[in-house]
Structure formats: C-alpha cells, structure tokens
C-alpha cells in the first residue's frame, strides 16, 4: 500500500483591501476571514500613507480612495474591532509613516489586553523604493533610513515575532525594472538597511542574525511565469550569499529568503478584464511552483483592479482561486519540481550574473542612496519602462485583447451597472467629521506634552517608536505625527528621471514629429505641455512615459514630479505659458481634482488651456468630466503613446485655432 505524500502547510492566504472608512474596512476584513483567508493585508489611504489628516489641502478627494483612513488610535480601534491582534498576522503596506501605523497597531493590541511580544506581522518600511516608484515619502533619505533602523531596533526585542521591514520590489517591476534590475534594487536597499542598523548600533551585535532573519521582502510576480520562478530562485540565492559573505550570518535559518508576493497589477488589462483571471493564476504559480523558493504569503489582485476597486465578490473569487491551488491540487506534496533542470539551472545563473554586474555598479556609484540621489536607478527605471511600452505599441510584446486577438463579445462581467465598487463621495466628509470630533474630546495638554517628547526625541537622534506609541495613546492624529517629523528632518523631492530617458521612444514617433512640427509652425513656437500629477497619487509611470513620448515627439514638456496641489499646477501653467495641461491621476480621485484644476484655470483667464486626464477612470466619470471641460480622457486601454501624442497635437491645434 502506497503511502500518503505529506503535505506542506499553504502560505498565508491574504487579500490586498481597505477602503472608505475604518468601520466598513473592518466588516470586509472580518468577512474575508469567515470565507478562509488566514491573514491580513492593510492597505491605507494616500493621506495616511503620506502622514496628513484627512482635511489637510492635500488630501482632497483622495480620503479612502486607495485604502482606509486612519487618522487616530480610535480609528485603528474601529479597523480591528473583533479581530484579536496576538492571534492574527497582519501585513500593513506602510512607509513613511511606518513607525506611527505600527505604534497604533501596539497600542490598540495592548489595549486588547494582547503581548507585544507575541504580535505577528510585517510593516513594509521599505522608503527607498518610493523614491523611485511608488511615491510615498515624505523625508529625506537618510533620516527615512534612520526610521527604518528604528523600527528594527523596536520589534527585534519588542516584537521578535515580526518583520519589521519588508525590501519591496514589487512596485519596482511595476515602475518597468528588468528582472536583473529588481533583483539588484531590492538587494542594494537591503543592504543600505543593513548597513544602517549596523552603523547606528540599534541591535547588539550578538543579535545581528537574528535581525537580518527578520527581514523579510515583498516582490512581483508577472506573467512570464517560467522565468519569474527563476527570479525567485536566484533571491534565494543571493540573500544566502549577501548575508553569509558581507555580513558573516552563520546561521542559515537567518539566510532564508523570506518573501510574499502580490502578483502583477499592472500586467491586468481593462480591454476583455475577464482575461485576467488566467493572468492572475499563472502568475501565482510563479511564487508557489519551487518549494525551495515558494512565497510564505500570497496576496491576489482582482479581475477587475484595470476598471476600478474590486468589490467584495471580487476578492472572494481571487481568495478561492488561492485555496483551490492550496487545498484541492496535489503541489504541496511534493519536494521541489525543478532541482537539477539545466533549463532552470541556466536561467537563474544568468539572472544572477545580471543582477550581480548592476549591484557593483550601484556599488561604485556609492550604495543605493547615492544611486537614487544621482538619478541613476530612477533613469534606468523610466528607460526600461519606455522600451516595455514600446514594444507593445510595435507589437513585439503581445497582449491579448490590447494589441492582438481584439475582437470580443460584449462581457457580460464588465458591461454590469456595478462592476466595481464605488467609494461615495460622502466618505471623506464623513471622515473629517469623526476627525474633528476626535479632536474635540480629546485631552489636548496630553496630546502636546506627547508630541513635545517625540519631537526632542528625533531631534536627538534617538529611537523614536516608544515616543510615538505614547502619543498614539494621547490621541494624537497622523497628520501631527507627520508635521512633527517634517519639522525635525524636513522633505524631500526625489529625481523623476525623464530627462535622462528622452529619445527612447522615438523611433515609433517619426510620424507624430512631423505633425508636431506642423502644428508648433503654426503656432510660431514649439508645443509646449504641463504634465501634473495632482494630490497624493505617487504612480507616476503614466506621467513619466507621457512626458518623455511627449518631449521624443518634438514638444516642449513641463513636468515636475508627483504631489503638487491644484493651485500649484494652475500656477505653473501660467507661469510657463503652456498650450495644454495633462493630469495623471491613479488614485480614483480624478473629479475632485480635475475639476479643481479647470476651475482654477479659468480664475486666472486660462479658461482656453485645454485639459486632458489620464487614470483609471470608469466611463461615468469620463462623461462628466467631459461635460465639465475636459478634453479627453485616457485608461489604461490607451497604451499606443503615439496616438495619444497625435491627439494631443491635434487638441493643441484646434484650441488655438478657435
């Protein structure tokens, strides 16, 4: 009689969610639970994520558009109200504001009567690669690193059950990176990180395993499966040999490559969404295939994340997904599929050789944050990026449904009334209310003497997390723990790397040239455009590849980074003289703030600057903004940036002929 294979215990099985309110958060969190899911994934609003109050300037229309708002220790009450903290594993994707979403996390479980030391969970903490993608920092590099350093200092004797920093190179792959490049990114930040703790003495140097054990990653999966897997094989790899080679970690528990994975947003299309549950599954099996180098947590996107936010059946189907390749196929079974493949063997040496030969060019540039200061890694981010969109407007790289095999019935998932959830605008006043009654019944003298302390404490160069645990039990709000830190470490603009990208598109663009020049003739001096990216959106992958199509085209481009207030774009179209204003907005905040930007328009007599939008925009937005004076919209359906470029041309033309 042949004896039952063993089976391996599943990875984590989490969903990416968060949105509205902390009330309506917490019924989806405990609903995806009751349906099988063993853990969590916080995703938080914009304003959280970038440490203003909800009614902060800033944070027009974007409250609760991404994520949960969280302003406050009663809100992070409400967020995990009937969910004991000691018993979950929770993930938080959080940054900048890392310390103070963890110090809210402490002081809500302690309030549930739960031991730090038992706490179970990741915070991402990962600053650097905001710098070059995602866009949510707030302070400079080297006091982001010292952050980091203190949560890791904290949790390694607080909280030795958690990561405290999880090397994200998921939005890295995201911002266009090369398998060799994501590789070589995350490892270089991992090192800053390191070097870091090492230098800043946060940790005893007896304990210096046990911290780099601790590390975890959080990586993209996309749908080049095969060679993804040898991705992940080639990490495993070259943490053992960072570790063991820079560091002297003897211990090969502390050299495991630790790592969850969110498998690729960016790859889902909006044309024929349906198309994306295959997408989705292939891509997962990606992390779960290779035992030697399967993911310990697994979050899914959505069918339906190209067209909006997934409603709650959305996530359910995604979380099925996971559980049937878990519990009703025979993969945990087995030991690992692919040791000793020559094919596998061959691919992850050469990924390695690739990555190896970056880092030693970050390495002679300085580190990491020498590379993202230069410019460099942000540069060689956009440039890769530039050549992905090329060849899919060539052809070269083929996606189904966007540039072959286009014909299609009519879906009867994606032509549905509500295919996606919709935040109601009421959120965010809603939201601002509590945040003002909050604020009123609050013990204010606690609150400032709290703050007071942790303003001396980063001044001082101390740790700051039992500062920032006490105020998060005063009462204060993110937005006074985020003005406190500013005060002290100040902020920071990263580089934007479209400069150093401009002529990588321009061999698909020598038709559009042409009309450039015509129009710009006519016009008796060059197209001139303003890309902006308004509120607290920080994907700044569509803005970049616009604005470097744009100046590749022969137009003269005004682009200056993410984060910038209406008022600052309206400014800088008059101040500049553009001939027409673009908006990339990914944050689903697009009315509020292209509505602002017309209105402010037109206030200064720039009534005639026509305004095109780009973002995930669902049709219904697009019709009243279009009622409202925008002059076109573009979705992620519109990935041939010479036609864009054509019809941009062609707008400016128009307008000035009126």
Not at 34 to 46: E, I, P
Not at 456 to 470: F, G, K
Not at 578 to 600: D, F, K, P, Q, T
Request: aromatic share 6%; glycine share 8%.
């Amino acid at each position: 009689m042949t004896e039952k294979p063993q089976r391996d215990r599943p990875w984590l099985i989490r969903t990416y969610s968060g949105h509205s309110s902390a009330a309506a958060s917490n019924e989806l969190y405990r609903t995806n639970l009751s349906r099988g899911q063993t853990g969590l994934s916080v995703a938080f609003d914009l304003p959280t994520q970038t440490g203003y109050d909800s009614d902060h300037a800033l944070a027009k229309g974007e409250v609760g558009k991404v994520g949960v708002p969280i302003g406050h220790i009663g809100d992070m009450r409400t967020l995990f109200d009937q969910i004991p903290l000691e018993q979950m594993n929770t993930s938080m994707t959080i940054n900048a504001t890392a310390p103070w979403l963890l110090a809210l996390y402490v002081a809500v479980a302690e309030e549930q009567g739960a031991d730090r030391q038992k706490l179970m969970g990741t915070v991402q903490n990962d600053i650097i690669k905001e710098y070059l993608s995602r866009g949510t920092y707030i302070f400079p590099p080297a006091p982001s690193l010292k952050l980091i350093s203190d949560v890791i200092g904290f949790t390694v004797t607080e909280m030795p059950k958690w990561n405290p920093t999880n090397i994200c190179s998921y939005h890295l792959q995201e911002a266009g990176a090369t398998p060799q490049q994501e590789l070589a990114f995350a490892l270089a930040t991992a090192t800053a990180v390191l070097d870091t703790v090492k230098e800043r003495g946060e940790t005893p140097p007896d304990m210096f395993g046990a911290v780099a054990g601790r590390i975890s990653f959080f990586v993209n999966a996309g749908i080049r499966f095969i060679e993804e897997m040898c991705k992940m094989r080639a990490f495993v790899d070259l943490w053992d040999e960072l570790l063991e080679e820079r560091y002297g970690v003897e211990d090969p528990k502390n050299r495991r490559f630790r790592y969850g994975v969110q498998v690729n947003s960016l790859g889902l299309t909006e044309p024929q969404p349906e198309n994306n549950v295959y997408r989705i599954l292939l891509e997962m099996l990606a992390v779960v295939l290779s035992k030697k180098a399967r993911a310990r947590a697994v979050q899914l996107p959505a069918w339906n994340e190209a067209l909006g936010l997934p409603r709650p059946w959305d996530q359910q189907w995604s979380l099925r997904l996971q559980q049937i390749v878990a519990h009703e196929t025979d993969l945990l079974e087995y030991g690992d599929l692919f040791d000793g493949s020559p094919v596998v063997d061959a691919k992850v040496e050469e990924l390695k050789a690739g990555a190896r030969e970056e880092l030693k060019l970050i390495g002679k540039l300085g580190g990491s944050i020498a590379a993202v200061e230069s410019g460099y890694m942000k540069e060689a981010l956009v440039e890769s990026n530039a050549r992905r969109v090329q060849s899919i407007m060539s052809g070269d790289l083929k996606i189904v449904g966007v540039n072959c095999f286009t014909e299609s019935s009519p879906s009867p998932l994606a032509d549905s009334a509500d295919a996606i959830l919709k935040v109601d605008d009421a959120a965010e006043t809603e939201q601002i209310e509590r945040l003002n009654a909050w604020r009123a019944q609050r013990d204010e003298a606690a609150v400032k003497a709290a703050l007071s302390d942790l303003a001396v404490a980063a001044a001082e160069d101390r740790n700051i997390m039992e500062a920032s645990i006490a105020a998060a039990k005063a009462g204060a709000t993110t937005g006074e723990w985020g003005d406190v830190l500013r005060r002290v470490y100040g902020e920071y603009r990263a580089p934007t790397g479209v400069g150093g990208a401009a002529g990588v598109a321009a061999d698909g663009l020598a038709e559009v040239r042409k009309q450039v020049e015509a129009v710009s003739a006519r016009l008796g001096r060059r197209i001139k455009i303003l890309v902006g990216k308004p509120g607290l959106d920080g994907h700044s992958n569509g803005a970049e590849q616009i604005a470097v199509a744009a100046r590749d085209a022969g137009m003269e481009v005004v682009y200056e980074g993410i984060r910038l207030t209406p008022k600052q774009i309206v400014t800088a179209a008059l101040e500049e003289a553009v001939h027409l204003v673009g908006l990339s907005i990914l944050s689903g905040s697009h009315a509020a703030l292209a509505r602002e930007v017309l209105e402010g328009l037109r206030a200064e007599g720039l009534g005639d600057i026509p305004v095109v939008v780009g973002g995930i925009i669902p049709a219904e937005d697009a019709a009243r903004l279009k009622a409202a004076g925008v002059a076109a919209i573009y979705t992620p359906k519109d990935f041939d940036l010479a036609a864009i470029m054509a019809d941009i041309a062609g707008i400016v033309d128009r307008s000035e002929a009126a």
